[in-house]
T-cell receptor, first 116, second 111 residues
């Protein structure tokens, strides 16, 4: 596709349920990022995939959060046993090989997650 | 951890230049300065980046001080559509670290 695609665009789930959020990066982009943004807050880094390197998981807030990137393309962010504080917009971004400063990241429109 | 300091908010009259400052006094020689913005309810958008020379593109100009400890993003003729949160980010050229956003500057362009 022409841009980063995220699905679903909106998700309402009950507390305690598991959710999966999907990100389709721009074709050929080797770097993929996940962020979350709570209402009125800044972007909180979650996890970063770069090529075949081990992902940088330093931003994941708890072990209920995990992410995979299959075949170097599509990524899924999974939140287990959701809590109300997980309610936020989850944003995905991708970029070309970021070496040499070319780290222009393109963002999707996000998935708005509401835990009730 | 964000390595930059920005004012929390600024106002600018429509049609005037908006000058957004950023301090990055601990920047390393192998780190670039990036600027992104986030318009309400949208994902962030790349604006410009630079290492040590001033840069200009169709959106903005980036002025980096000689000691690289601060920079200024310039929107030459601000419009109402430029109202957004502007983020200044430093990142190593290798790209082995993620893009980490700070709190940014909320720019309000006023008619």
């Amino acid at each position: 596709g022409a841009g980063v695609s995220q699905s679903p665009s909106n998700k309402v789930t009950e507390k305690g349920k598991d959710v999966e959020l999907r990100c389709d990066p721009i074709s050929g982009h080797t770097a993929l990022y996940w962020y979350r943004q709570s209402l009125g807050q800044g972007l909180e880094f979650l996890i970063y995939f770069q090529g075949n390197s081990a992902p940088d998981k330093s931003g994941l807030p708890s072990d209920r959060f995990s992410a995979e990137r299959t075949g170097g393309s599509v990524s899924t962010l999974t939140i287990q046993r959701t809590q109300q504080e997980d309610s936020a917009v989850y944003l995905c971004a991708s970029s070309l090989n970021p070496t040499g400063g070319r780290t222009e990241a393109f963002f999707g429109q996000g998935t708005r997650l509401t835990v009730v | 951890d964000a390595k930059t300091t920005q004012p929390p908010s600024m106002d600018c009259a429509e049609g005037r230049a908006a000058n957004l400052p950023c301090n990055h006094s601990t920047i390393s020689g192998n780190e670039y300065v990036y600027w992104y913005r986030q318009i309400h309810s949208q994902g962030p958008q790349y604006i410009i980046h630079g290492l040590k020379n001033n840069e200009t593109n169709e959106m903005a100009s980036l002025i980096i001080t000689e000691d690289r400890k601060s920079s200024t993003l310039i929107l030459p003729h601000a419009t109402l559509r430029d109202t957004a949160v502007y983020y200044c980010i430093v990142r190593v050229v290798s790209g082995n670290t993620p893009l980490v956003f700070g709190k940014g500057t909320r720019l309000s362009v006023i008619a």
